[in-house]
């Protein structure tokens, strides 16, 4: 809304009041408001895709005269993504200008160090088992990057995110 003549107003129109002056002249000032149709440009929520994927951003608008302005330096009105980064973009008709910003994320999938091969051991043993990873999901309801065994048995490493899931069993 724009302040015309005392009273904020929102609605395209002409708007008039009529003053007087001390002297008793009165005087009619008349001021009209043009409203540009309005335009959102809206990126989406910030995104997480899998490493190697790639993602179009689109930030069209209808009308007439719009310019695109993208902190790549592109001028279109989408552009394809593939690395980690902020984007923001600016979106003009020449009378009002928005924006909006995305941050787009990338991760691998999960990897997982090889476990060993299987081993037999006779007597008492303490074994340390390692995958390299903190988010490790072990068969025994163990989570992180290690655990110890001191029984014999099939133990099972899983490691899993959006991007897919590994495992590897001694």
Known sequence: SVL???N???VAGTYSDTLTSINGCDSIVTQTLSVSPSHNVNLGNDTTLCSGKTIQLNASVSGNNITYQ???GEQTPSILVSQ???YDVIVSNGNC???DT???DFIN???INHLGNDTMICGDFLMQLFTGDANTHWNTNANGPQIQVTKGGTYIAENKNQCGQISDTI
């Open 84 to 86: 980690f980064d902020r």
């Open 70 to 72: 993208w902190s790549t």
């Open 102 to 104: 995305i941050l787009v």
């Open 109 to 111: 999938q999960p990897t």
């Open 4 to 6: 015309i003549l005392g």
């Open 8 to 10: 904020y107003e929102s």
């Open 97 to 99: 200008t928005v924006f």
